[in-house]
T-cell receptor, first 114, second 109 residues
Framework: DTGVSQNPRHKITKRGQNVTFRCDPISEHNRLYWYRQTLGQGPEFLTY????????KSRLLSDRFSAERPKGSFSTLEIQRTEQGDSAMYLC????????????FGEGSRLTVL | GIQVEQSPPDLILQEGANSTLRCNFSDSVNNLQWFHQNPWGQLINLFYIPSGTKQNGRLSATTVATERYSLLYISSSQTTDSGVYFC???????????FGTGTRLTIIP
């Protein structure tokens, strides 16, 4: 039984570089969510997918951010031209759907932009 | 959007003490979850409790949906209970969970 898996766990990059994070949800979970958490704050919603369709995006998701879930399984979150303000923990979660809507989170990917 | 407030923001207790954490929310919800964030940042599921009462070992939770609050009880605290506890809710017609700002619990040996 595997939970939600995220990688890399840690990423240090220089300002202006692109980074990509991957999330593998729990098998058969059709909903996948991305959240961002900065120091001392609760996680904030970024976007979510039902299968391969991206159904909602937060205003926090600027044009430099893009998320995909091409085959309805794993998802990627790419940040282009990183800025120091992008430094945060990026959390992925999955759920079976609205009728059993409990979300399960991965271990997170911590991004540090120098 | 829905507002979620947690109290107290910080709590320091001696090992063996009991604690109560509170979560207030501003609208009706169809999902409420309690999480414990471990020192490495992972959110560990404690309870999925949109209404009613549940117990799991030393932890229990109660949600009174009509009054828009939930309580998390920790009995006989251990040092491993230290960390940040988050309440998160989903209101009707919304797919995302909205998190509170958390309660930081520190258990002193």
């Amino acid at each position: 039984d595997t939970g939600v898996s995220q990688n890399p766990r840690h990423k240090i990059t220089k300002r202006g570089q692109n980074v990509t994070f991957r999330c593998d949800p729990i098998s058969e979970h059709n909903r996948l969510y991305w959240y961002r958490q900065t120091l001392g704050q609760g996680p904030e919603f970024l976007t979510y997918f039902q299968n391969e369709a991206q159904l909602e995006k937060s205003r926090l998701l600027s044009d430099r951010f893009s998320a995909e879930r091409p085959k309805g399984s794993f998802s990627t979150l790419e940040i282009q031209r990183t800025e120091q303000g992008d430094s945060a923990m990026y959390l992925c979660a999955s759920s079976l759907g609205p009728l059993t809507g409990e979300l399960f989170f991965g271990e997170g990917s911590r991004l540090t932009v120098l | 959007g829905i507002q979620v407030e947690q109290s107290p923001p910080d709590l320091i207790l001696q090992e063996g003490a009991n604690s109560t954490l509170r979560c207030n929310f501003s609208d009706s919800v169809n999902n409420l979850q309690w999480f414990h964030q471990n020192p490495w940042g992972q959110l560990i599921n404690l309870f999925y409790i949109p209404s009613g009462t549940k117990q799991n070992g030393r932890l229990s939770a109660t949600t009174v949906a009509t009054e828009r609050y939930s309580l998390l009880y920790i009995s006989s605290s251990q040092t491993t209970d230290s960390g940040v506890y988050f309440c998160a809710v989903r209101d009707f017609g919304n797919e995302k969970l909205t998190f509170g700002t958390g309660t930081r619990l520190t258990i002193i040996p």
